[in-house]
């Protein structure tokens, strides 16, 4: 790894705990800008406990493994996500399942605006099939978006979300793009080294959300294509990920983000 820049807390923990934004902040408040934030979760796609986590010495679930890795190149992430017209508001949540929104059952909501705007008869069989293709997405200033895909829906009608949903959080329901180099692989190519070629002869980790990749198949492939393309990366190689942490903005607040890809240029050995 390229020494020198700010030093890079990367993190990699259980998809399954259920705070893993609360531990961001805290992390935030005792380091600040010390330190850039970067990682994943790991875990299975059932959304089932499991020891997913691993050194020299165990396995163990419930945890996270943190490494500090010296920066010469920030790791950046992006998502593409645009932010639509309409907004509600997360009226009642519990961590990362999200009961009400404007003071109705959140399943209801759900179902009338898939319904509305798309066509879609959605139900409780169907649910996960469809929640990857239209998550929520958590509005925040400059016309920031975290992205929340709802994974699991409760007998109450609440919905489970990877990663927490605050409570009196403006929402709105989130249409996934189709692939768009320009919108999300360009943006990534610049915020990695300034444009086209910024990493030639260098290679690149990246993790990319395993719900982003179900909801474009195949052409999942053809972003990263695009990816290196756009870099000149002479390698990219990674992983499926349940949650990708990073920050959008250029100050640095470590943010817990769904349907994202997190890159980290190497310098080959």
Do not use: K
Not at 24 to 49: I, K, W
Not at 116 to 124: D, K, V
């Amino acid at each position: 790894m390229l020494a020198g820049g700010t030093p890079i807390l990367y993190m990699i923990f259980d998809g399954l705990i259920g705070n893993i934004a609360s531990i961001l902040d805290v992390l935030y408040l005792r380091l600040a800008d010390r330190v850039e934030y970067a990682g994943v979760n790991a875990g299975s796609e059932t959304f089932q406990p499991m020891p997913c986590l691993f050194d020299a010495d165990r396995v163990i679930g419930g945890g996270v493994l943190a490494v500090l890795l010296p920066g010469a190149c920030r790791t950046v992430v992006g998502h593409g996500y645009p932010v639509p017209d309409r907004v509600m508001t997360a009226t009642s949540t519990d961590g990362n399942r999200v009961q009400s929104i404007d003071w109705r059952p959140a399943f209801e909501v759900y179902r009338e605006i898939i319904g509305e705007e798309y066509g879609i008869a959605l139900t409780r069989e169907n649910f996960y099939a469809y929640a990857v293709h239209f998550p929520f997405g958590i509005l925040r200033a400059e016309d920031d978006v975290v992205v929340r895909i709802p994974v699991a829906l409760a007998d109450d009608g609440s919905l489970m979300c990877i990663g927490e949903v605050p409570e009196q959080a403006m929402l709105a329901l989130l249409r996934a793009p189709p692939p768009d180099a320009d919108r999300c692989i360009g943006r990534l190519a610049e915020a990695l080294g300034g444009g086209r070629q910024a990493l030639r002869g260098r290679d690149l980790l990246v993790f990319y959300c395993a719900g982003r990749r179900m909801h474009f198949g195949d052409a999942a492939l053809d972003e990263l294509g695009a990816l290196q393309a756009r870099t000149g990366a002479a390698a990219v190689g990674g992983a499926l990920s349940l949650g990708e942490i990073g920050s959008t903005s250029a100050w640095g607040y470590p943010m817990f983000h769904n349907a994202a890809l997190v890159c980290t240029p190497w310098q080959p050995a």
